[in-house]
């Protein structure tokens, strides 16, 4: 029988990840049936179930709003989904048990380190942003060893908590954007002001020579983040499409064991995006 899977979000009509993971099943010939399907947003934990148990689904994706939600009600869970503080992966074992798994932070990390050649290890980056996508990346970024990790929100108070939370693992510290000390070799854009094509109050010398711009969202045109980068003088300003393409292969990764190669299916959304 063909495996199931699928990803939950509110609203869904318009992910790329059914495309992507059909991408990959044909890639690595395996059988496999990848739909989207929109939850009412009350009704997270009844639809687990009914996913699990009536449309025996062998493992979901989980995208806006559900990832913090299905972080409080999946008690197995990776080390790291446990710091992240969100679930993006879940896995229904066939003994009816879920395993949650959070895959955006190596999916950000691959996209920058491999697709682009962007070095961490030991670079100054500013990360934007305090929410529920900053949080999820933090520990992978750490695990690169910057000079710093600085962490910039609007709401400061916000920041200074992930510092804390994080501190452990690197040097982290938190802040108002007012408190971005230039210059940066890293920045990227985890808050949500691309959505309203805003970007956040940033000093004009903010970037060192040579540095990157990453904006986690991805749209079809240069989000406002983009935008801001190229003005102001980036070597690289690259968007949230090889993240997106590169959380999916690591889910596929874990449901299915074998690797996708990405690169190919990131040249092929990208190209459909310039149709
Ligand atoms: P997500 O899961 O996408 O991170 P979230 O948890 O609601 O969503 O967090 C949104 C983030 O975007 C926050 O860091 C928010 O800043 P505040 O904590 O101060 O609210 C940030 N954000 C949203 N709109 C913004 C804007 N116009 N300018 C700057 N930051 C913005």
Known sequence: MTDKYAVIGHPI???K?????KEFARQTEQDLEYSAIEVPVEE????LSQLRDILK????????PFKEQAWQLVQNQS??????????TLVFNDDGSMFGDNTD???????????NGIELRGKRILLLGAGGAARGVIEPLLSYDPVELFVANRTASKAHALADLFSDLGHIRGGGFEDIKPQFDVVINATAASLQGEVPPLPDDLLSDNAACYDMMYSDSDTAFISWARQHGAAQAVDGLGMLIEQAAEAFRIWRGVKPDTRSVIELIR????D
């Open 13 to 15: 009509s318009h992910s």
């Open 44 to 47: 997270l934990e009844s639809s």
């Open 17 to 21: 990840s059914p495309l992507i993971h």
């Open 271 to 274: 190209h459909q995006a310039s």
């Open 105 to 115: 932070g190596v999916g950000l990390c691959r996209d920058l380190t491999v697709n």
């Open 57 to 64: 689904l062998k493992g979901i994706n989980i995208t806006v």
């Open 79 to 88: 080390t790291r989904a446990k710091r992240a503080g969100a679930i993006n």
